[in-house]
């Protein structure tokens, strides 16, 4: 079956940086676009980067815009997320998501795989 798997989250200060990883296996990797999103305590998911099948466009939510960059390996049938300059309200579970579409990227409905989540804390 399909699983994506997140790690790299922790506790970091602010001003620091993190890389996310999501493993993905039981499924085409490069058939999928790729996003990730994060949930903080009581607030909806949201939108954070997607990058499409082939690498070939990647979006940002605007509040990471400048900070953040999303990237996959196809050898290793992972995708990053590299977060710099990190902020106390950038601390959320970090989801990682999987759809075959290439629109509406921006949009966790349109996603059909899940990992679990990772957690990231940014102290002040």
């Known amino acids: 079956q399909v699983q994506l798997v997140e790690s790299g989250g922790g506790l970091v200060q602010a001003g620091g940086s993190l890389r996310l990883s999501c493993a993905a296996s039981?499924?085409?990797?490069?058939?999928?676009?790729m996003g990730w999103f994060r949930q903080a305590p009581g607030k909806e998911r949201e939108f954070v980067a997607a990058?499409?099948?082939?690498?070939?466009?990647?979006y940002y939510a605007d509040s990471v815009k400048g900070r953040t960059t999303i990237s996959r390996d196809k050898a290793r049938n992972t995708v990053y997320l590299q977060m710099n300059s990190l902020k106390p309200e950038d601390t959320a579970v970090y989801y990682c998501?999987?759809?075959?579409?290439?629109?509406?990227?921006?949009?966790?409905?349109?996603?059909?795989?899940w990992g679990q989540g990772t957690q990231v804390t940014v102290s002040s």
């Open positions: 998501a999987a759809t075959s579409g290439s629109y509406y990227l921006t949009q966790y409905n349109h996603y059909t795989y």
């Open positions: 039981g499924l085409t990797f490069s058939a999928y676009s």
């Open positions: 990058i499409t099948r082939t690498g070939a466009s990647t």
